[in-house]
Structures are given as C-alpha cells and as structure tokens.
C-alpha cells in the first residue's frame, strides 16, 4: 500500500484535546462574566429602587437622614432574601442592616451647604421646631426669596449656590453601595473587582476605595425629587459649590439664627444632633433630646448617633 495515499487520521490524534483546552477556559470565563454582570444589573435595579424610596422619604420628612436611611434599608431587604413570613423578613433585615452599615454612603448633592447659605429661613426653622437652618419650599412659584429675607441673593451666577429657590427645593441623593463577595460569581467577581480598580486608578474618594479592598464591587445611584416639606440641613448635605462663588469650595458657617450643626458619621442609622434636636424629636426624661426610638443626647454639644 502506498503511504502517501493512507488516511492523516493517524497524525490528527489528540487534536481535539489540544482545542478544548484553548477553547474551554475562554468559554468558562465569558460565561461566568455574563452571569456576572447579570448579577451586577440585578443589584444595580435593587439600589436604584431602594434610592428612590429614599428620596421619596426625605421629600416628604425634611430631608431627614434617618427617614431616608429608615426607607432605603426597607427597600433592599429583598435583596439580602426577603421572605414569606414575619420571621423571614426579619432575619433578611437584619442581614441588610449589617451588611449596610459598612458598605452604604448616602450624600445629599441638592440643597447643598451653599442652598441654606442663600435660602435659610428663621421663620421656617421656627415652624419646624428646629435650631438647624431650614428652607422654605411653600409657594414657590410666586416666591424667588423666604418670606422673612426678602432681600435674599437669589441671582444664581451670583450666589453662593449657583441656584434659584425652586432649584434649592430639589432633593438629589447620590447612594454608593458596594456589593459583597457572597453575592459575586467566583472568579468573575474577582475579576471585575481588579478591572475596577485597574482601570480607574485615578478615583481619589476614599469610600469606594475602601470598598473595593474589602472585595466589592462598587455602584453608585442618583435619584431627584421635589422637595414636599422643607429641608432642614444635616449632616448628609454636601458642600457643592455654584458659579456664584467661582467653583471654590468654602465652609459656609452657620446663619446667625442657628446653632451650630454637629457633625455625625452619616453612615450610622440614626444621626441626630444633641443641641436643638431634629425633626420630630421630642423631650425625654431629664430634658434629654429624644428621637422617639429610644436615642438620646444631652447638653453637651456632642452630635448622638
């Protein structure tokens, strides 16, 4: 027989070994980065859902951060399981509560410090029953000043914030969430942890790059609504400064008529000040501050978390 005119099957063997061993691994990892990224736009949908509700509890509670916190750790309990009984959806909850407590920032963009600057109202902090500055938000549609500061810089490529009155009533939350290694695909989720930090090397806040060294992968939601109530200042509001004071961050002070505010660690789930109280607060025993869920300062000055 002649060997030129036998079968090459003989040379081929092992070839598809060869092959699944290129090919295979390549499918495995876009694979698992699908079902990544699955995972990524899933939780993704629950934080902007969960946002919302925020804003829709600060809207209509003066801005209030534990109304806001309150609202969006209730909205992310499906995440960390949900359930079909009382006791289900408290253990969920609870897991909730704990993860959140180190992977969740809630910022306040609108009104910023500068807003109160230019907006506060002694008269509405009055009303209100709080020492913190407030702005109005009633009649805003025939009114560019408060009542009580009719003379108000309200020329937005002059003032502090760079805003008109309406614009200093739009509530603008801005919540970073890191998502947690146990919800994340093996492998992937390593992977698009290392691309993030890889490819945006230059990211300076501290947040999300504490967030990525414990393993997450971080996310970032905006959500604006119109004010319902006026906004009383806290400590979630941002200093953003407008065109009115030349894009220069400035410390804005307190307004004569107000104390000092206090400043608290805004990710603990109630953050209240011990001088003047917040929204709603209430006297307890001994003229202690009380919020109602059992949280008490006294007359020290010290910001009560």
């Known amino acids: 027989m002649n060997r030129r005119c036998r079968s090459p099957a003989g040379r081929q063997r092992g070839a ?3 092959e699944f061993v290129v090919v295979a ?5 876009m694979a698992l980065a699908t079902l990544q990224y699955g995972l990524v736009f899933h939780a993704k949908s629950n934080l902007n859902y969960a946002s919302f509700e925020a804003a829709r509890a600060g809207a209509v509670g003066h801005a209030d951060p534990a109304g806001i916190r309150r609202a969006l750790l209730r909205a992310m309990t499906p995440y960390y399981g ?3 009984t009382a006791a289900e959806l408290a253990g969920s909850a609870t897991r909730a509560t704990a993860d959140l407590r180190q992977a969740l920032r809630i910022e306040i963009l609108s009104p910023t410090r500068e807003s109160f600057d230019d907006y506060y109202s002694a008269d509405a902090a009055r009303a209100i029953g709080t020492s913190a500055r407030v702005i109005p938000s ?7 000043c408060p009542v009580d500061r009719p003379h108000c810089d309200n020329d937005p490529a002059r003032n502090r914030s760079g805003q008109t009155l309406a614009d200093a009533n739009l509530l603008k939350l801005r919540v970073t969430y890191g998502i947690p290694p146990s919800k994340q695909v093996p492998l992937a989720g390593r992977f698009f942890n290392w691309a993030v930090q890889t490819m945006n090397p230059a990211d300076a806040d501290a947040f999300r790059a504490a967030l990525l060294a414990d393993g997450r992968i971080p996310l970032v ?3 604006t609504l119109r004010m319902q109530s006026d906004a009383v200042e806290n400590a979630l509001v941002q200093s953003v400064p407008g065109r009115g004071n030349g894009g220069v961050a400035e410390d804005p002070g307190a307004a004569p008529e107000s104390a000092p505010l206090p400043r608290c660690d805004p990710l603990q789930p109630l953050c209240i000040p011990a001088v003047g109280g917040g929204v709603g607060a209430d006297t307890g025993p001994g003229g202690a501050q009380s919020d109602g869920d059992g949280q008490s300062g ?8």
């Open 25 to 29: 691994p390549t499918l495995l990892a």
């Open 138 to 144: 009633t009649n805003l549609a025939h009114r560019s």
């Open 298 to 305: 006294d007359d020290s000055g010290e910001p009560i978390c």
């Open 82 to 84: 949900g359930g079909r």
């Open 221 to 223: 939601s905006h959500v």
């Open 16 to 18: 598809g070994l060869a």
